[in-house]
């Protein structure tokens, strides 16, 4: 009785020492130093006496982005990158242009859930989930000006303008550096190149289309 008492007692001390643990930044905020001395997972902390109102601020967001290129999209990233403020905040914000039938491609953010409102126009978006079985579910739906879609955290998903006119889109995500993995450009755009023996195999096709693919990613890479 007094064993089983002891690995109860145990057990709760592990809990209450998981649960304890900080939820939130320590301080009011960490504005990241761009002059580091030390390379960490994240940013070094700028010291509070040198921070202004300009680390919490960026300007530029009402103007459209170059959508004049092969997606005819563009994005426009507010991060941790645009605003030093963000660091340890969990969130910044993408301003997303259209081309009249403009591709936001096949994508993820690693780390990060999508919040997306459509401003002008309208959008087909999707989201394909995660290996279930053998199983990759596929959710789209057709936006409209005002309307609001979530892209779960890493699962792959896209944005297609099917109106005459631009569209425009912001979206919230929940981390102050998103990241972003193109999938195209990272299966068929690496550096140095995945094995075309590799990709044939994994795509099912021949690999004179895997090198043909490769070397347009290639190409519009260094355009």
Not at 30 to 45: H, L, M, Y
Not at 110 to 134: D, H
């Amino acid at each position: 009785m007094a064993v089983k008492l002891l690995i109860a007692l145990l057990a709760l001390a592990s809990l209450h020492a998981v649960l304890a643990s900080d939820p939130s930044p320590l301080q009011d905020f960490c504005v990241a130093d761009d002059n580091p001395k030390v390379f960490v997972n994240g940013a070094i902390c700028k010291n509070m006496n040198d921070v202004t109102a300009n680390d919490f601020y960026t300007s530029g967001l009402d103007k459209p982005g170059n959508t004049v290129n092969d997606v005819g999209s563009n994005v426009t990233a507010i991060n941790v990158n645009k605003i030093p403020g963000l660091n340890t905040l969990g969130i910044s914000l993408v301003r997303i242009d259209y081309a009249p039938n403009g591709l936001n491609p096949p994508h993820t953010h690693p780390r990060a859930t999508e919040i997306l409102v459509v401003l002008e126009g309208e959008l087909y978006v999707g989201f394909v989930t995660s290996n279930i079985g053998q199983t990759n579910r596929l959710f789209t739906k057709n936006l409209k000006k005002g309307d609001v879609f979530v892209f779960p955290q890493g699962l792959i998903h896209f944005q297609l303008n099917t109106g005459k006119c631009n569209t425009i889109a912001l979206a919230g995500l929940s981390s102050q550096n998103p990241g972003v993995i193109t999938i195209a450009k990272a299966v068929f755009g690496s550096t140095p190149p995945i094995s075309d023996d590799v990709l044939a195999k994994a795509f099912q096709v021949d690999k004179h289309l895997v090198d043909w693919l490769q070397a347009q990613q290639w190409t519009d890479n260094n355009n």
